[in-house]
């Protein structure tokens, strides 16, 4: 779920035009994948990934597939789609039956078809034009590299990585050493923990002087990122035991939520904690930089730190809620920090 990161740059003049643009929504160059990209006025408002099934570790099941596909024709219509494309990246025997399914699906829905394409070793196969003088037999030859949408996305600062495998490495745990390291600095912000506890602005005010140390805390290791600063351990591991206090979560969620004009700082903060912090503290961390990954449009990311929570820690509760607004494709916008912090509330 990713937004138009072009605005009203960018106009898809051609199917390669389109095929360039995917990347770059996604965050990385697809392969063995059906996306959708469903439009709204001629933009993008929404975009779905679904892995081709198959036998190979990972894969999914043709019926699992299905019930994805139900349910991503449901996000089409729910973002009012007045029109879809659709591409299907891998060899015509994998692909063909997966782009019949997924274009009945949404002609059912009443949403148009812009286009139909099979991508694979650099050439496309369009399955909604029957002119071979533009869409020969044997696939229309393309470069993204030499697109006009590649070389905008370059400048605006925008990377498609090789594939998903990369994507998902950004949120890999750090080395072990680091990770020993990470875990003496949590032992150290645990006893600074029980130190404000017995203070006594803490006995005056408990959640008030939780909150005021997160933002002290988050102000400072904000600062540092955009420095381009490491943190320190006992820096982030402070900052992590703080969040993972439910009052502390629903502030930080606040200022990831009011952080339009700093978003990509959150974003790299929070992954590096995710990537650093303890397996207690993944889930309050994790899900922080899924949201702040959300909120900067880069749903791809979102994605793969919400996983790696979900692995964690399945019942979660802020993860299901960021689970249940992947799925039913809801703007970040749209989700409250208190529901996040306790969707029971």
Request: proline share 9%; with cysteine; aromatic share 4%.
């Amino acid at each position: 779920m990713t937004p138009d990161p072009f605005g009203d740059v960018v106009r898809l003049s051609s199917p390669a035009d389109i095929i360039a643009l995917i990347p770059y929504m996604l965050g990385f160059h697809p392969a063995d994948s059906l996306v959708i990209v469903a439009m709204r006025a001629r933009r993008p408002v929404l975009n779905v990934r679904v892995d081709l099934p198959g036998p190979g570790p990972g894969r999914p099941s043709a019926v699992e597939v299905r019930d994805l596909l139900r349910q991503v024709g449901r996000m089409v219509t729910d973002q009012a789609a007045d029109a879809a494309i659709l591409v299907g990246y891998g060899p015509r025997a994998r692909v063909a039956p997966m782009l019949k399914r997924a274009s009945a699906l949404l002609t059912r829905r009443g949403v148009p078809l812009f286009d139909v394409l099979r991508v694979t070793n650099g050439r496309y196969w369009s399955y909604q034009c029957a002119n071979k003088a533009c869409c020969p037999p044997e696939g229309t030859p393309f470069d993204i590299a030499s697109s006009p949408v590649a070389v905008t996305a370059a400048v605006a600062g925008l990377v498609a990585l090789p594939d998903r495998e990369a994507l998902v490495s950004q949120v890999d745990p750090v080395p072990p050493e680091a990770q020993l390291d990470m875990w003496d600095a949590v032992g150290r912000a645990d006893e600074r923990l029980l130190a404000l506890a017995d203070s006594a602005d803490l006995a005056d005010d408990p959640v008030g002087a939780l909150r005021d140390a997160a933002d002290a805390a988050l102000d400072a290791a904000l600062a540092e990122c955009r420095a381009g600063a490491a943190l320190r351990d006992d820096d982030l591991a402070w900052l992590c035991v703080l969040a993972s206090l439910l009052p502390v979560g629903e502030r930080l969620w606040q200022r990831v939520l009011d952080a339009s004009a700093d978003l990509s700082t959150h974003r790299v903060l929070w992954l590096d904690a995710l990537r650093r912090a303890p397996m207690d503290l993944v889930p309050a961390v994790g899900c922080l930089a899924s949201f702040a990954a959300l909120q900067d449009g880069d749903g791809a990311l979102g994605a793969a730190a919400l996983d790696r929570v979900l692995a964690v820690d399945a019942d979660y509760p802020p993860a299901r809620v960021l689970d249940a607004a992947f799925a039913a494709g809801r703007r970040p916008a749209a989700l409250n920090p208190l529901e996040l912090s306790d969707p029971h509330r």
